[in-house]
Nanobody
Framework: QVQLVESGGGLVQAGGSLRLSCAAS????????MGWYRQAPGKQRELVAT???????NYADSVKGRFAISTDNAKNTVYLQMNSLKPEDTAVYYC???????????WGKGTLVTVSS
């Protein structure tokens, strides 16, 4: 089992930056894939970025070139650096961990990011 705790959300003006953090309760090197998802009001949850244990990354087209996902294995933490933020990036951002042969998913409670125009 994995507990995930996000932090770093807040209110920022368009064009600004934020860095989200997700602390995991176990060694993240033992986790197959970690990622960030977001859910805007009235919309479905969508993938933002993922990173595998081997370091391969994947991004939604809408955030490519603006967001970067990374890990700090010593701190069991995954980060999402968000630059050039847009109002459409406003959402609750959730940390995700996929573990094991059947890829069991674990979720954090989310952190709210609000981008004002």
């Amino acid at each position: 089992q994995v507990q995930l705790v996000e932090s770093g959300g807040g209110l920022v003006q368009a064009g600004g930056s934020l860095r989200l953090s997700c602390a995991a309760s176990r060694v993240i090197f033992s986790i197959d894939t970690m990622g960030w998802y977001r859910q805007a009001p009235g919309k479905q949850r969508e993938l933002v970025a993922t990173i595998t244990r081997g370091g391969s990354t994947n991004y939604a087209d809408s955030v490519k070139g603006r967001f970067a996902i990374s890990t700090d294995n010593a701190k069991n933490t995954v980060y999402l650096q968000m630059n050039s933020l847009k109002p459409e990036d406003t959402a609750v951002y959730y940390c995700n961990a996929a573990v094991g042969l059947i890829q069991t998913n674990y979720w954090g409670k989310g952190t709210l990011v609000t981008v004002s125009s």
